[in-house]
């Protein structure tokens, strides 16, 4: 999920179509191999708007995909769902589960209460076992915005799974806030991070459209697996396509 309404190169709509833009309550596959972007979630079809301005679309800042397509997210703000029960609202500490399979498709699966948890949660990813992993948008009593939660499902308690500060030195609160997760291994965590730039004294040239991978047993743990910016600034070189002033990776999932 991309923040903003977005025009990418090769982008495409659900059924291949050529697409101009997308929108932040969309999620959008990229195809490494085809070098193609495609639309695999459509949040207007569902109405999703920011509930307290109507006038304004929902934001999808954190997403988790499972193996059979239902989708795990979060909002950036209260946003209304029409057809949620009760009162068609989730805050943006809530979970919300996407099941096409089901006649009324979204359900809350975790609300903020049961977290115990306060804060807009703008990273999300499930672990093999079950367990949440999450980063909040501002510190927290657990961590802060550039530090990775777990949840565990076991004992439903909650601890530091990644300490962004004892990693890197600009891995500062409110500086390096990481607003994109994923698990794509043991050991290993994929993040993005807010902001157009984001200097890191591991990598200096990290940017909010970059994937970074933690490996906890690598040296150096920090790399960058997925470098956007490198394609948009490839694609920007085509006069026909019109270059947005920046793209952050909003939400990821693998």
Do not use: C
């Amino acid at each position: 999920a991309l923040k903003g309404v977005t025009a990418l190169p090769n982008l495409v709509d659900e059924l291949g179509a050529p697409l101009a833009t997308i929108e932040n309550r969309d999620v959008v596959k990229y195809d490494p191999q085809a070098n193609q972007f495609q639309r695999v979630f459509d949040g207007s079809t569902f109405g999703l708007m920011h509930a307290n301005n109507p006038a304004l679309m929902a934001s999808i800042d954190a997403l988790h995909v499972y193996p059979d397509g239902r989708m795990l997210m979060s909002f950036r703000n209260t946003t209304t769902i029409p057809g949620l029960l009760p009162g068609n609202q989730v805050s943006n500490s809530d979970l919300v589960l996407y099941d096409a399979s089901q006649a009324n498709p979204f359900s809350v699966v975790y609300s903020a209460a049961a977290l115990q948890i306060t804060g807009n949660i703008d990273a999300l990813a499930v672990d093999t076992n079950g367990d949440l992993l999450v980063s909040t948008a501002w510190v927290n009593s657990f961590g802060g915005d550039e530090d990775v939660l777990r949840y565990s499902q076991a004992s439903q308690s909650w601890s530091v799974e990644f300490d962004g500060t004892a990693l890197d030195a600009s891995f500062k609160p409110k500086q390096a806030d990481i607003d994109a997760l994923d698990v794509p291994a043991v050991n290993q965590l994929q993040i993005s991070t807010l902001g157009r730039n984001m200097p890191l004294v591991q990598l200096p040239d990290v940017r909010d459209e970059d994937i970074l991978l933690y490996n906890a047993t690598s040296v150096p743990a920090l790399t960058t697996q997925f470098d956007m910016s490198a394609l948009i600034e490839a694609a920007a070189a085509n006069p026909a396509y019109q270059l947005p002033f920046y793209v952050d990776i909003n939400a990821m999932s693998h």
